[in-house]
């Protein structure tokens, strides 16, 4: 029970975290399980070629792994947590072949190491705190389209469908989080031991939910071990104590297996970084987001942009990005638009993937230009006016102009490229049905890695005096501008 009580605090304390990532928190705190996350910041890291400060936390869970063993899989992980309560609810009992694959949470470990160093990221696909967080994100508080539902979901059903098999059996065989904890844990000083030879009665190996417990070499593999002490309270004989220990569980990796896993990302690199489609046109990255390589790399899908998202404007990609691009955020503009107070999508980033940007640096990024299709808009084709776009507009962007067509003269809209950032509250609000006859594409956008998007040559494009409203000679007759 106590380590119920455990799990549960944490568990708590995740979900907390998910409740307060909102875009009326004033909060911090809400990246500190990715923070904690050490296969996040190793796998991150290698890719960017960028040394992530933020993430030095992790180095405290790498110490308390060489100290006391798998502590972080056994009472921290969300992840393992369902899992737990899945397995209790299935009742499952350990089944004992299925050890014969707790070598592959290595190689998927490795897999993941050697993709980063050729710039591919897919720490995404196995990473269990990312999983929970995308889970949370996408179903528990489900955005616009149905698919997202189904898309923070199916990971998760992925991972507790393997429960059928065997008790933790994601995390025995293919967690490379938990490989890279067993590979330190292995290490630790602390660890359950056998203090006399075991009388093979097997309670304590039945009760294991990771199958570290060998009774015929009287052996419990530190590796395994999530120091869930089930073995130590299940013994009548008390022979199995947490103990300090020099010695080192072994290692069991076969060669076979590693040039599996070396030429599995040699298939898998060019695959995801040179077979994919276009780009489409129509992808609009959040303000502040990196260069689109860079982007790629650095964003771990964990759907928290969107989330925090006011307008819900922030998707998730499918295949708009490519194959490398999935699950990456987009901005779907007739959903909602990008409110021009709003940065919170850079502040949640927990990789900056998206630059955290002072509210007046995200007015100057500009993500794209909103085009007017003349044959779907009203003012224009139906001869009727309307100018929502242009009241709507945060920057002032969209003229209304006298224009007389077949003898009618009726302000219309018109866009001003130059001074349009592309945020797509013109396309939310657009009241034509379907498609909206203003749209924003990606045409001029404007990605940094490093320095101010604000310019001179921005700052007098935004003057007053360079707006419509302020120039006499635009102004159609009959309007008093003085």
């Not at 059928?164 to 844990?185: E, Q, V």
Request: proline fraction near 5%; include cysteine.
């Amino acid at each position: 029970m106590p380590r119920w009580g455990i799990q549960l605090s944490f568990l708590f304390i995740f979900i907390l975290c998910f409740l307060q990532t909102k875009y009326s928190s004033t909060q911090s705190f809400q990246n500190i399980f990715l923070k904690y996350d050490p296969l996040v910041f190793i796998i991150t890291s290698i890719v960017s070629s960028t040394l992530l400060i933020s993430f030095l936390f992790s180095f405290s869970l790498i110490i308390i792994s060489l100290l006391f063993g798998r502590i972080f899989c056994g009472y921290i992980c969300p992840l393992g947590t369902f899992i737990d309560i899945f397995d209790l609810i299935l009742h499952k009992k350990n089944k004992f072949f299925s050890n014969l694959l707790k070598n592959t949470k290595y190689f998927l470990f490795l897999f993941l190491i050697v993709n980063s160093i050729f710039g591919i990221s897919l720490v995404y696909l196995f990473d269990p705190i990312v999983i929970s967080e995308r889970f949370f994100n996408l179903t528990l508080y489900p955005l616009h389209k149905s698919n997202d539902i189904f898309i923070g979901l199916v990971s998760l059903i992925i991972v507790l469908a393997l429960s059928f098999i065997d008790t933790r059996f994601w995390c025995r065989n293919f967690c490379p989080l938990g490989g890279l904890f067993a590979l330190l844990s292995k290490l630790s000083l602390f660890k359950f031991s056998f203090i006399k030879d075991c009388r093979k009665c097997k309670i304590c190996k039945n009760v294991c939910p990771t199958g570290a417990i060998d009774t015929e070499n009287s052996s419990i593999d530190a590796g395994e071990c999530i120091s869930c002490f089930r073995c130590q309270n299940e013994c009548n004989l008390g022979l199995i104590k947490y103990k300090k220990s020099l010695l080192s569980s072994p290692f069991n990796l076969e060669r076979r297996a590693f040039m599996t896993s070396v030429g599995a990302s040699i298939i898998t690199i060019p695959l995801l970084k040179y077979i994919s489609p276009k780009i489409s046109i129509k992808l609009i990255r959040p303000p502040g987001a990196l260069p689109e390589t860079d982007f790629l790399k650095t964003c771990i899908r964990c759907a928290k942009c969107m989330k925090i998202c006011p307008t819900k404007g922030l998707q998730p990609t499918l295949m708009e990005a490519g194959i490398n691009g999935m699950l990456t955020p987009m901005l779907v503009s007739r959903i909602g638009g990008c409110e021009k107070d709003c940065t919170g999508c850079g502040k949640i980033c927990p990789t900056s993937a998206i630059r955290n940007l002072s509210q007046e640096e995200k007015t100057y990024a500009k993500i794209g230009t909103a085009v007017i299709d003349e044959k779907r808009c009203i003012a224009w084709a139906e001869q009727k006016t309307c100018l929502i776009c242009d009241e709507a507009c945060p920057y002032n962007a969209i003229d209304s102009v006298a224009r007389t067509i077949d003898n009618i003269s009726l302000l219309r809209p018109t866009v001003r490229k130059d001074i349009c950032m592309g945020c797509g509250i013109c396309e939310s609000r657009c009241p034509v049905k379907g498609d909206s006859a203003i749209q924003i594409f990606s045409i001029g956008e404007e990605r940094r890695k490093y320095g101010s998007y604000i310019t001179k040559e921005k700052s007098l494009l935004k003057k007053p005096e360079n707006t419509f409203e302020n120039s006499p000679e635009n102004i159609p007759s009959g309007f008093i501008t003085q």
